[in-house]
């Protein structure tokens, strides 16, 4: 993963947007969570289990990066939620017993780098999950004619210029991409990459660790998944 510890410090303030909108993502995975404990698949500093806690449900965790969870414990409540530091594509080695929720938001899933860490990952998944759990998945529904290799302005603002510069491989279905922060204070550069899979694939995946598809909105808000959806929020079940 390029997802690493020189974004922890600045991962707030980048997402800022993403930690404003919280309300309904925090409402819908309560509703999926029955009385816990829940576990979050990049746990990061703490955008959505934090809120998950303070409504009172047992929070687990599994990051790769130190200092993002750092980030999280010094936040108030951020003791509160247990963490494992890892790959959570190994599920099985980092956590025990079974939730009536696991999930993984904002296309974290895609920082699984190859197809075999993605099956992997729903296959301890199902593992961990009770008989009445849930897996649920929020990520970008691929459009392949705006995955081409281009160069494009994220940020123009009168004490920086944020430039986005991606690179698209179809055959591996990776993107490698390049954050470039340009302020008078210098450069900074954040790179990343990214395995997507369609959604077809991922319910692919999600049959072979035994799971089906429960439902599947456009939003948290439960906004209907069309052909012309962007995201989506998809929830697997046991059969």
């Given at each position: 993963?390029?997802?690493?510890?020189?974004?922890?410090?600045?991962?707030?303030?980048?997402?800022?947007?993403?930690?404003?909108?919280?309300?309904?993502?925090?409402?819908?995975?309560?509703?999926?969570?029955?009385?816990?404990?829940?576990?979050?698949?990049?746990?990061?500093t703490g955008?959505?289990?934090?809120?998950?806690?303070?409504?009172?449900?047992?929070?687990?965790?599994?990051?790769?990066?130190?200092?993002?969870?750092?980030?999280?414990?010094?936040?108030?409540?951020?003791?509160?939620?247990?963490?494992?530091?890892?790959?959570?594509?190994?599920?099985?080695?980092?956590?025990?017993?079974?939730?009536?929720?696991?999930?993984?938001?904002?296309?974290?899933?895609?920082?699984?780098?190859?197809?075999?860490?993605?099956?992997?990952?729903?296959?301890?998944?199902?593992?961990?999950?009770?008989?009445?759990?849930?897996?649920?998945?929020?990520?970008?529904?691929?459009?392949?004619?705006?995955?081409?290799?281009?160069?494009?302005?994220?940020?123009?603002?009168?004490?920086?210029?944020?430039?986005?510069?991606?690179?698209?491989?179809?055959?591996?279905?990776?993107?490698a991409g390049?954050?470039?922060?340009?302020?008078?204070?210098?450069?900074?550069?954040?790179?990343?990459?990214?395995?997507?899979?369609?959604?077809?694939?991922?319910?692919?995946?999600?049959?072979?660790?035994?799971?089906?598809?429960?439902?599947?909105?456009?939003?948290?808000?439960?906004?209907?998944?069309?052909?012309?959806?962007?995201?989506?929020?998809?929830?697997?079940?046991?059969?």
């Amino acid at each position: 993963m390029l997802y690493d510890d020189r974004q922890a410090s600045a991962y707030d303030a980048r997402y800022a947007d993403r930690f404003a909108e919280v309300a309904p993502i925090v409402d819908f995975l309560a509703t999926n969570a029955a009385a816990g404990p829940v576990l979050e698949l990049g746990i990061g500093t703490g955008r959505l289990a934090l809120p998950l806690a303070e409504r009172g449900l047992d929070v687990h965790g599994i990051d790769s990066s130190e200092a993002m969870v750092a980030r999280l414990r010094d936040k108030p409540g951020g003791d509160r939620c247990r963490v494992a530091i890892g790959d959570f594509a190994d599920v099985d080695s980092l956590v025990e017993g079974e939730y009536p929720l696991v999930f993984v938001a904002f296309n974290t899933l895609f920082e699984l780098e190859s197809q075999e860490d993605q099956v992997r990952c729903f296959a301890g998944v199902a593992r961990h999950l009770c008989p009445a759990g849930v897996f649920v998945v929020e990520a970008f529904a691929p459009d392949l004619t705006r995955l081409d290799q281009h160069l494009s302005v994220a940020l123009l603002g009168a004490d920086e210029v944020r430039l986005q510069a991606t690179r698209h491989d179809p055959l591996t279905q990776r993107v490698a991409g390049q954050s470039v922060s340009i302020t008078d204070g210098g450069v900074g550069m954040w790179p990343w990459a990214i395995r997507y899979a369609s959604v077809p694939e991922l319910d692919l995946m999600a049959r072979l660790a035994g799971l089906r598809l429960r439902e599947r909105w456009s939003g948290w808000a439960r906004e209907p998944f069309t052909a012309a959806s962007t995201r989506h929020v998809s929830v697997y079940e046991r059969p």
